[in-house]
């Protein structure tokens, strides 16, 4: 296979991936649409709660896009608090770690599976077809990330590629690295499910793979932004408030990079789940210590009335 033929085969395998990704996520949306933004309307004054409702919100429409574009649309019409839209930015940040574990797990026959069950159940009565797309959906994610480790084997032959990856080492380029594809494809866990698939075939080493998922976490902010670009002030600090979250998690991330790798290391010897973990670990370590300060970011975000008047 020359370089060409499997440079078209990559794209075509990531282009699959996303679009199950986008799939999965607006037919859960369509069909639990209602459900889901009453189940966001629980935002209370408690910021435990909202914390886990961005949680399980990204957890199950596996997309933190979707989750914060609803969330910025429901501050600008004033249907949820900005305080409260702060806390379940956070927890969207930890729903999108369940993408990785799908990853670790190589469930790739279950992918197979879980298409031709989904494509039975569209045969089937209302009740068992309302739920076939988004089995049928699930299995794809699954079974494109097969198809997108399949054709990422060879480049293990590649020394300048090897070379030109080995740059993310650097936290500095490797976060670089991370904003920059997440900003592409508009989705972090694309940049996730990358990053475990390189390191599982020894493409990129942990540090990289760090570097990388810190990264993605600002690159997936774009998404925020476009979102609020037609609505209000108050849209975009929530847009902004997301940003600073993200990039505040960056700063505390750099000066102990190394130890956090170690820590990591220290956890299991498998690169697969290390990636998986370090996601994990660093999502809910930078949540729980922003958490409580989301108080004084919304003072220090909310625009001022006359503001809002302009």
């Known amino acids: 296979m020359d370089w060409i033929e499997l440079t078209i085969s990559i794209i075509a395998a990531i282009g699959l991936f996303t679009h199950s990704l986008e799939s999965f996520s607006k037919n859960l949306q369509s069909q639990t649409g209602d459900k889901l933004k009453s189940f966001l309307l629980k935002a209370s004054n408690s910021k435990a709660r909202s914390f886990l409702l961005g949680f399980a919100a990204?957890?199950?429409?596996?997309?933190?896009?979707?989750?914060?574009?609803?969330?910025?649309?429901?501050?600008?019409?004033?249907?949820?608090?900005?305080?409260?839209?702060?806390?379940?930015?956070?927890?969207?940040?930890?729903?999108?770690?369940?993408t990785a574990w799908l990853v670790s797990f190589k469930l790739e026959m279950l992918g197979t599976i879980l298409i031709a069950l989904g494509f039975i159940m569209g045969y089937f009565?209302?009740?068992?077809?309302?739920?076939?797309?988004?089995?049928?959906y699930l299995g794809l994610i699954l079974f494109s990330l097969e198809l997108i480790s399949a054709n990422l084997a060879p480049i293990k032959d590649s020394p300048?590629?090897?070379?030109?990856?080995?740059?993310?080492?650097?936290?500095?380029?490797?976060?670089?690295?991370?904003?920059?594809?997440?900003?592409?494809?508009?989705?972090?866990?694309?940049?996730?499910?990358?990053?475990?698939?390189?390191?599982?075939?020894?493409v990129i080493e942990l540090d990289s793979a760090i570097g990388i998922i810190v990264g993605s976490n600002?690159?997936?902010?774009?998404?925020?932004?476009?979102?609020?670009?037609?609505?209000?002030?108050?849209?975009?600090?929530?847009?902004?408030?997301?940003?600073?979250?993200?990039?505040?998690?960056?700063?505390?991330?750099?000066?102990?990079?190394?130890?956090?790798?170690?820590?990591?290391?220290?956890?299991?010897?498998?690169?697969?789940?290390?990636?998986?973990?370090?996601?994990?670990?660093?999502?809910?370590?930078?949540?729980?210590?922003l958490l409580p300060f989301t108080g004084y970011f919304a003072k220090l975000f909310k625009p001022k009335t006359e503001d809002l008047a302009t």
């Open 218 to 289: 600002v690159g997936t902010t774009t998404t925020a932004f476009l979102a609020s670009l037609k609505l209000g002030k108050m849209a975009k600090q929530t847009a902004l408030a997301n940003l600073c979250f993200n990039s505040i998690g960056v700063l505390i991330y750099l000066p102990f990079h190394k130890v956090f790798e170690n820590l990591i290391l220290s956890i299991t010897p498998n690169i697969t789940f290390q990636v998986a973990y370090a996601h994990l670990i660093f999502n809910l370590g930078i949540g729980l210590i």
């Open 125 to 136: 009565p209302n009740k068992i077809k309302l739920i076939s797309k988004p089995i049928f």
């Open 160 to 202: 300048r590629l090897i070379e030109f990856l080995s740059y993310a080492s650097n936290p500095f380029i490797g976060i670089l690295f991370g904003i920059i594809i997440t900003a592409a494809c508009q989705s972090s866990s694309v940049t996730v499910g990358l990053v475990i698939i390189l390191s599982s075939q020894g």
């Open 58 to 98: 990204t957890a199950v429409v596996q997309s933190s896009s979707a989750v914060i574009s609803i969330v910025v649309s429901f501050v600008d019409a004033g249907v949820i608090l900005f305080e409260s839209s702060l806390p379940i930015l956070l927890g969207s940040n930890l729903g999108t770690t369940v």
